[in-house]
């Protein structure tokens, strides 16, 4: 009589392919996009007017083909330095005549006035800046103007502003818009 | 005590567990296939640059993308170090992007079109003139709403 092999116990086989599962399913991130979002002006028609702006109103910051930085005709060593720059700038706190006006105006999400900055950021670019560079400078930016907006729904609605509502957010957006105007690039690099 | 008295010995039977294994593992196949599953091969490089202020894209199907980078090791020798644009699947020039744009319209809805999203995936060691070059061509192709894929880091 031949000889009985004994059965291999798959039991544990199941626990093992589970482990490698939730090890997959946890290590796997179905990549999302992500980044930082921003709404390109429409071309320039022929004729039109440039409108003017106070100077007073406008933040230049100028980057150049070595990724250096100037600010209002100030260098800045530091891109982290943009962000405190950008906040004073626009909110203005001690009504400085060299930062931007503020003028009042009716938000109907909110049903109120608010102050809202006329400032701009106006942002050149060298065609030999890098990319990091630029995403440096406007991820500054950005954390200026959302900085500004948390503040302003901490004090008005006790909320951070992420936790607030749509229609309060659409009214927070109107007093800080993202006010960013990207100027044609100079091209001091040479070569196209 | 009679009507309590088992009769034999009942024995509930074991399940078989043998082909459970085999289910797991066809779950497993799946995630490991669906994870190296990208909508198109990259030919260029992208490492993206970091950023704190990072917001995510909500709706997939309403992001196109447009890739800058150096192109990878197959192509390096053909075109050169100098950084190209990837649409979809192959290498284009500047003057491709309007009609990119208007392909990728007519795939969407018409509700959705000026919904669409356009993500610029750029490597970090880009120089900006190309990257104007190609949001000066968006601009043109009234594709307005842009997003600068960026990686998300924590610390500031």
Not at chain 2, 12 to 23: A, K, T
């Amino acid at each position: 009589m031949a000889k009985k092999t004994p059965g291999l116990n798959t039991g544990s086989m199941a626990d093992i392919s589970f482990l490698l599962l939730t090890f997959f399913l946890l290590t796997s991130s179905i990549n999302t996009d992500q980044g930082i979002q921003r709404r390109l002006p429409p071309p320039l028609q022929e004729n039109q007017e440039v409108p003017k702006i106070n100077q007073r109103n406008v933040l230049r910051i100028l980057v150049n083909m070595h990724d250096q930085l100037l600010v209002n005709g100030e260098v800045l060593s530091d891109v982290r330095q943009l962000r405190s720059i950008t906040k004073e700038f626009i909110e203005n706190p001690t009504n400085d005549p060299h930062r931007s006006e503020k003028q009042a105006k009716y938000i109907d999400d909110l049903g109120e006035n608010a102050m809202v900055s006329k400032g701009v950021v106006s942002l050149q670019n060298d065609r030999g800046t890098s990319y990091a560079m630029y995403i440096a400078v406007q991820n500054q930016l950005t954390m200026a103007f959302n900085e500004l907006r948390d503040e302003y729904s901490q004090q008005r609605f006790g909320k951070p502003y992420e936790k607030i509502s749509e229609n309060q957010k659409k009214g927070v957006q109107k007093i800080y818009p993202i006010s960013i105007s990207e100027a044609e690039p100079s091209n001091y690099g040479g070569k196209k | 005590m009679g009507r309590f008295k088992k009769e034999g010995k009942k024995v509930v039977p074991d399940l078989n567990m043998g082909s459970m294994s085999d289910i797991i593992f066809m779950f497993l196949f799946f995630f490991m296939v669906i994870t190296t599953m990208r909508e198109s091969s990259l030919f260029v490089v992208i490492k993206v640059p970091k950023a704190t202020e990072v917001q995510k894209l909500e709706k997939k199907a309403l992001v196109s993308s447009i890739n800058i980078g150096k192109p990878n090791q197959n192509y390096i020798k053909k075109l050169g170090p100098e950084p190209r644009i990837q649409l979809n699947d192959q290498f284009s020039e500047f003057t491709d992007i309007i009609e990119f744009v208007e392909a990728e319209k007519q795939r969407r809805n018409e509700v959705d079109r000026t919904m669409i999203t356009w993500s610029l995936k750029v490597d970090e060691k880009v120089k900006m003139g190309i990257v104007t070059d190609v949001k000066q061509e968006l601009r043109k192709a009234s594709a307005f709403k842009v997003n600068y894929a960026t990686s998300k880091v924590i610390t500031k």
